[in-house]
């Protein structure tokens, strides 16, 4: 393969498209542009080019992700002629639709002189029709992806464990926080704190990411009700967007989380940051006292709000993973508490609230995992499986 490589991300979303994998391509794309590669992204008609930007070539073309992809995909990659062609899998982002699973799967596929590669966000099955309920079928389609392109790409042990009896040769990239460390020059905490009418003395949980079932919403609510019943100062910085591009049954979720906060008389104690530059959202960070994430299916690598909440090396409590994780250790990375365990997870912040060589231990070990995850490392071990590949 050339030393320098022409490169195509495909990607359901694309900023200003808010979503995590919009931020992950736009960071990982940008880092392999650092290295003298070309890139490419074709993406959404929804997202555009970043005029600041120009060494990513953005082409927001794509008006539906259904089966009328197939001819629109061929036609451009012959025109492209990419090196490779890096699909960036995540279902919802894809509108729920197979199209894209089975592109390469099809027996009059026309498939480019490129290496192929998928990167799976996650590994949920994508809607077929109507009266489509065996999973079996849905999941086929999943695993069809992963068999019929070169390299088969998973971010987390989780994945990894499941797709590995399809793909032995699967290859583990965590992904980077989409948030760098990085908060504004004149940065002053109780400034920012009023920004946002966060009293300068109140004990701040902070929740970073967009809300869904999976992310445990309303024990934010839960914990932070307990939290003032136990005489705490406590309040909620909810920071960034509150739902992102690709799944429309987050909003549902949300108003759910929404009316909870009012039931139990907290809204004044519940601050949101909405959509907010980077800048900004790390300048939340740094007026934080605990990062909460009560995943309800565990903490994982997967998880760009994770990520940055480790980046900004944040006292962190969150439910245990569902798979092994060495560098995640109770007590000195970071504090678990059980899913859907209220009492658990209220008395495991408070902990952390008033322990502060505890909060100071956790944050410097949670800083100190977060330097493994770097882009330029992450897009070194992209190439290298592109190479893998070609050898």
């Known amino acids: 393969m050339a030393s320098t490589q022409r490169i195509l991300f495909i990607t359901g979303e694309y900023p200003p498209m808010q979503g995590g994998v919009a931020d992950y391509t736009r960071e990982l794309a940008r880092a392999l542009a650092r290295t003298g590669h070309e890139v490419g992204v074709l993406t959404s008609s929804q997202a555009q080019p970043a005029a600041d930007d120009p060494s990513i070539q953005v082409f927001p073309i794509i008006e539906s992700w259904g089966w009328g992809l197939w001819d629109a995909l061929d036609a451009f990659l012959a025109d492209w002629q990419p090196d490779v062609v890096h699909i960036q899998y995540q279902t919802a982002a894809f509108a729920m639709h197979p199209a894209i699973n089975l592109w390469a799967w099809r027996p009059w596929s026309q498939r480019p002189r490129a290496v192929t590669a998928v990167t799976f966000h996650d590994l949920l099955v994508p809607y077929l029709f109507p009266k489509a309920h065996w999973l079996g079928l849905r999941r086929w389609v999943t695993h069809t992806l992963a068999r019929t392109l070169d390299i088969a790409v998973t971010t987390n042990p989780e994945d990894t464990a499941q797709l590995r009896p399809i793909r032995p040769d699967v290859v583990e990239i965590p992904i980077g926080s989409n948030i760098p460390d990085n908060p504004p020059a004149d940065f002053d905490r109780a400034a920012w704190r009023a920004k946002w009418g966060v009293p300068a003395d109140a004990a701040l949980l902070c929740y970073f990411g967009f809300l869904n079932a999976s992310k445990g919403g309303e024990m934010l609510v839960d914990v932070l009700g307990e939290l003032v019943d136990r005489g705490q100062n406590a309040h909620l910085l909810m920071i960034g967007g ?126 100190a995992l977060s330097r493994q995850f770097g882009w330029d490392a992450i897009a070194a071990a992209c190439l290298r499986a592109y190479e893998g590949a070609v050898r």
């Open 242 to 367: 509150r739902v992102g591009a690709s799944d429309p049954t987050n909003y549902a979720y949300l108003q759910k989380v929404e009316a909870r906060i009012a039931e139990k008389g907290l809204t004044p104690r519940v601050h949101w940051t909405d959509h907010i530059p980077s800048q900004e959202v790390s300048a939340a960070f740094h007026i934080s006292d605990v990062c909460l994430l009560p995943y309800r299916d565990g903490a994982s690598y997967r998880r760009g709000s994770f990520m940055a909440a480790l980046e900004h090396g944040m006292a962190i409590v969150t439910t245990p993973p569902a798979a092994p994780y060495p560098d995640l250790v109770d007590g000195e990375t970071l504090l678990f508490a059980p899913a859907d365990d209220a009492r658990a997870m209220t008395d495991a912040v408070e902990r952390v609230l008033t322990d502060g060589g505890l909060r100071r231990r956790l944050g410097e070990h949670a800083k």
